[in-house]
């Protein structure tokens, strides 16, 4: 028995190690392990597909308003008044004779049934304004998908240029350290000063905090990833990818048309002016006269049992006009507010067809300059690599002062960093130039 419990309480231990190093093991995410978690699990896209579903309901609503309503009805009479009639006495010199009549039951049941026949073309037109609202939803949600898309890849390129940031700084640190100790051991010799061994120290002790910072960074840019896609701060990951270049010649007519063709929120600002219109049509509706069947079928008594003769019903059928005359002109003011919601709508239309053609210009400008920066900067690393390798062997042979070997590792750390950032600039751009298209 003993060795029974022993043997389970070994199980146990095993299988909560082995469930803790699942839980600590790494996530590997490329771009497209990216993108597809965050359309999966971010939590503003999910909350975005949850307003389809609301707008679909308006359309079961407005379907209903054609459909006849049925209700029931159920009514006891806790306290009355009954009415007293006074009939003169036929003895003379009696007083008058005084009789209560009822006319109520205090057990009511009703039913009651309306059925629309003409309503103006309100019904019709709530009915297009919910189907409007369903296309427009369906807009919305494809306008949260391009912005996390967009912002997903903006992330993850960030955390690839944070990783060469770490790269860069870490060559730099490396380096430093290596002169330090080269000059440490020809000073101990006499073959360094101690101003050279002092500015080497600095040197090393100014590259250090940059080395931090850029760490922190990428360790910020990974939280800001697993936010957006919906993860567990906790979770370790780790990206798979690299920043590249591929040249892309954009062409603005075609961009623009793509732009006008594809944008969500263009079309989007098309079905609210068609709810707008709708919503006029409602507006002039409400002074036009309505057409309606009603009925009513009524069960009563004056006591709660099921007797055959206890209970009595009624019924009537009712077809009813209402013409509205006079409302306070509250027609007139409806009719003002949705005519100003179209004209503000068509005006929202107009600038932002104005902001997404400068949406467009401005990635491709963007394009442009990020690759003019790389074609500089690509040559600009060859050269500063060839010209640290030859302050490298100067400074050996003591041909150039330490200021000037700091200057040629400085002008490495500069032109790594500008191609990185480059690189990372040339492709948010492209994402830039999606998102603007409404495409990808």
Known sequence: ????????????????????????EKRILTLEDSLNIALQQNPYHLASQKKVDAAKSGVREAVSGFLPALNAQGLYT????????????????????????????????????????????????????????????????????????????????????????????????????????????????????????????????NLKPQLIKARNNLKIMKLNLKTILGMDQKKEIEVQGKLTYEAVEPELDVCLVKAMKNRPELK?????????GEGLKMARAAGLPSVAISGQYNYWADKLNFN??????????????????????????????????????????????????FEVRQAILKINEAKESLLSQEKNVEQAEESLRIADLNFKEGLITMLDYNQAQSALTQAKTNYSQALYDYEVALAELDKAMGVG
């Open 1 to 24: 028995m003993k060795n029974t419990k022993k043997y389970c309480l070994i199980l146990f231990v095993l299988l909560f190690a082995v469930s803790f190093s699942f839980s600590q």
């Open 78 to 205: 806790l306290d009355e008044k009954a009415m007293e009639l006074e009939f003169p006495s036929m003895i003379p010199g009696q007083p008058p004779q005084r009789v209560e009549i009822d006319f109520t039951r205090d057990y009511q049941f009703t039913m009651s049934l309306s059925v629309p026949l003409f309503t103006g073309g309100r019904l019709i037109s709530g009915f297009k304004q919910a189907n409007y609202n369903v296309d427009a939803a369906k807009e919305a949600v494809r306008q949260s998908r391009h912005t996390t898309v967009f912002n997903t890849k903006k992330i993850f390129y960030g955390i690839l240029l944070a990783e060469e940031f770490v790269k860069v700084s870490e060559e730099a640190v490396a380096l430093a350290e290596k002169l330090h100790n080269n000059i440490k051991i020809q000073h101990e010799v006499g073959m360094a000063s101690q101003f050279d061994l002092l500015r080497s120290e600095v040197q090393l002790a």
């Open 268 to 276: 989007q600002l098309g079905f609210q002016k068609r709810i707008a």
């Open 308 to 357: 055959k003769d206890t209970w009595s019903n009624f019924y009537q059928m009712n077809l009813t006009l209402s013409i509205p005359i006079f409302n306070g002109f509250a027609t007139g003011a409806r009719v003002g507010q949705a005519k100003a919601a179209i004209k503000e709508l068509e005006f929202n239309r107009k600038g932002f067809v104005d902001m997404l053609k």
